[in-house]
Structure formats: C-alpha cells, structure tokens
C-alpha cells in the first residue's frame, strides 16, 4: 500500500470519527457508525453487561464467506486481536466482547481489514 493511499485513508477515517454522532438509547447503549473504505458499513455498539462494557462491532459487506481481522482497543490498548468471516445471510459478522470497566470514560475503538484492503473503523467512548 502506497504512503499517499494510507494517509488518505487515515485522513477519511480520522475526519468521519470526529463528526461521527453518538446515539444513545433509553437503558444507556452507545451506538455509532463506522466508516469503511469501500462499499461496506459498520457500526459499534456499546453497552452496560453487569457492570463491565459490551462491545458489538458489525461490518456488513453483502458477500458471504470473506475473512476479516479485526483488533478492538481501549483508551488506544490492543485489547483484543481476532478474524471474523462474514455470513449468510446478510454477508456480515458481529464481534462481541464483554471488557472489565475501568473507572472514568473509556474510548472503544474497533478496526476491520478484509483481505482486499477495505477498512472499516468505529469508535465511541462509555
């Protein structure tokens, strides 16, 4: 991947993340949407589990069958590095983490990379 190709995706990633608007539900929920390189969405969710933070990252990609790695940070730590595939018969994947809840705000941020090069991004804070 050429330089000018990966600091024009970080420049569209970074720019869709600082505008990208939180919803927030009735019991508390996070929601936002991510931001993809080509054709696919995302989107993560945040969510009270006990007292700890669920974190849903989805990547909708209407094709069956393609891999993804994906890595989930928080507060900018590598929390969790793993693949997803996604499935019929939507063509997408969730992956859901249950993470301890350190005090304060804690910013979730979650990175998908297909084997094609197509990124998606989201991040939220709980």
């Known amino acids: 991947m050429s330089i000018l190709r990966i600091t024009a995706v970080a420049a569209v990633a970074a720019a869709a993340l600082a505008v990208a608007p939180a919803t927030f539900a009735k019991n508390g929920d996070v929601q936002v949407r991510g931001v993809c390189t080509q054709s696919s969405s995302a989107k993560l969710k945040l969510s009270n589990e006990n007292g700890r933070i669920e974190v849903e990252f ?68 709980f």
Do not use: H
Not at 72 to 86: I, K, V, Y
Not at 97 to 112: F, T
């Open 58 to 125: 989805e990547v909708d990609q209407s094709r069956n069958g393609v891999p993804w790695k994906v890595t989930l940070r928080r507060n900018g730590t590598a929390g969790r590095r793993t693949t997803a595939a996604t499935r019929a018969p939507s063509g997408s994947f969730t992956v859901r983490r249950v993470i301890a809840n350190a005090p304060g705000a804690d910013r979730i941020s979650a990175v998908a990379t297909s084997r094609s090069g197509e990124r998606c991004t989201a991040a939220a804070s």
